[in-house]
């Protein structure tokens, strides 16, 4: 990677981390939580390292994102650390100008059965130029920040799912 291409985000949920995590390791729970947002979740794998998972958008997920297919491969994940890091192979409009994507997102524990996500995305431009724009970073950003609120509104409206 090339040096200051990194973005830093947290996000504060308020459902337990031990419930997002469920729902983010399983494309089934995953394409629940996010009905409307996602048409089809397939994982090739068992869902640790090397599983591939596709996440076909719904049309007006895929209209936002400005692509209609996200896929990745699952560098590590630490069931007991409950951290995820993937290979992004094919994203949004921002990774077009990509050579290459990672990202990483831990899910920590916070008061009152809460949690905070911290996420990760280190990246090199097919240019070799270094970081993206402010604009740009936020794009590449938000909608990993927008699926983990589609999944905590979920779990908030349905309190003994994945409990």
Do not use: H
């Not at 409307?36 to 869902?47: C, K, L, M, N, R």
């Not at 996420?119 to 983990?148: N, S």
């Amino acid at each position: 990677m090339v040096a200051g291409c990194v973005i830093a985000e947290e996000c504060a949920l308020a459902v337990s981390a031990e419930r997002m995590w469920k729902v983010s390791c399983s494309g089934d729970a995953m394409l629940k939580a996010c009905a409307g947002s996602f048409d089809a979740v397939d994982v090739e794998g068992d869902g640790g390292p090397g599983s591939v998972t596709t996440l076909t958008l719904s049309a007006a997920a895929a209209e936002a994102a400005g692509c209609s297919v996200v896929k990745s491969r699952v560098l590590a994940r630490d069931d007991a650390a409950m951290l995820l890091r993937n290979e992004v192979l094919e994203g949004n409009k921002v990774s077009g100008q990509l050579k290459s994507q990672m990202t990483e997102v831990k899910l920590e524990a916070a008061e009152d059965a809460a949690c905070v996500a911290k996420f990760k995305v280190e990246y090199e431009r097919l240019d070799g130029g270094g970081a993206l724009t402010p604009e740009d970073q936020t794009e590449l950003i938000r909608g990993y920040l927008a699926l983990m609120k589609i999944v905590e509104t979920y779990l908030i409206a349905n309190p003994t799912e994945y409990a």
